[in-house]
Each structure stands twice: as C-alpha cells, then as structure tokens.
C-alpha cells in the first residue's frame, strides 16, 4: 500500500494559563484546532485560519522567524514541533499521514464562537496544565504539547 502525506498545522491557543481542545467526533480523540494547509497557502497561515474557522478566536502565533533571506527568500515563523501522525491505518500498513506543523498561539479571550459547519462552542474545553496531566481521556502527546504551549505563552508574557 502506497502512503500519502498532507501537510497540516494545528496550533495550541493559550489564553490566562489554559489551552482549548475539543473531542473531534470523526477521530474520537481530544485536539486543539488545526487542519490541512490549503492550496496557495502557507503553514502559519493554515494555522490561523484554522484556529479562526474552528474556534472563532483571533490569535498571535508565538513563532520565531529567522533572519536568512534574500529577494527570492522569505524566512516563515517556525513551528514548535513537527510531526508525522498516522491517520488511516489498515492491516497493519499505514495509509496516510498527516505532516503536523505545530504552532503555539495567544489568545485575548476565551469567547469561542465557531464558524457555520464547525463544532459548536460548546464541544471546546479549556484546560489547564493539571487537567492535562490529570486527564486520562488525553493522548500522552496532546497532553505534553498543552503544557509546553502554556508555559511558553505565560513564560513570554511574563519576560
């Protein structure tokens, strides 16, 4: 069996020290936003447009963007992590994956208000670095990245 690969950005919004997840009903997991990067469409900007689509939330990446260029040559902010996740496995052969760009986000307000065919607001939760640690229902990764994303928000914050 031949695997494809997409490229996805899935980012970790942070807002007063709790990132925001939600139970994807066809994957049955916990997840924050995110989603496949569009055609004609950037990594960071497949990030937010996600974040926005899915949760209505306005957001600051937290994306270093490093200094090469050229006239030819746009440095992107960088995502903190990049991952390959397997989405559609059968007979123990891996039939897609997705390549995760994953992002850390700062958001204003914990005002969710999804867009038409998203998840409604309710379906969202915001947790905090012990409901990650404390939660059983959480993939370990999802867990892990949630407090990583939080302490990197509320540690530029603070400096």
Do not use: C
């Amino acid at each position: 069996m031949e695997t494809t690969r997409h490229f996805t950005a899935t980012t970790y919004v942070v807002e007063s020290g709790a990132t925001v997840l939600h139970e994807h009903d066809r994957i049955g997991k916990w997840l924050p936003p995110g989603g496949h990067v569009d055609r004609g469409e950037v990594p960071h900007e497949a990030a937010v447009r996600e974040v926005r689509e899915e949760t209505g939330l306005d957001v600051t990446l937290r994306a270093e963007t490093n200094d090469i260029g050229s006239p030819t040559v746009e440095s992107l902010p960088q995502p903190e992590h990049v991952l390959l996740a397997d989405v559609n496995v059968h007979g123990g052969e891996v039939g897609h994956q997705h390549v995760d760009l994953v992002y850390y986000a700062e958001a204003d307000s914990r005002d969710l208000a999804p867009a038409d065919g998203e998840a409604a607001a309710a379906a969202w939760e915001w947790f905090t670095p012990a409901d990650l640690r404390e939660s059983d229902e959480l993939d370990p990764d999802v867990a892990e990245i949630g407090r990583r994303a939080i302490a990197a928000v509320d540690e530029r914050a603070d400096g």
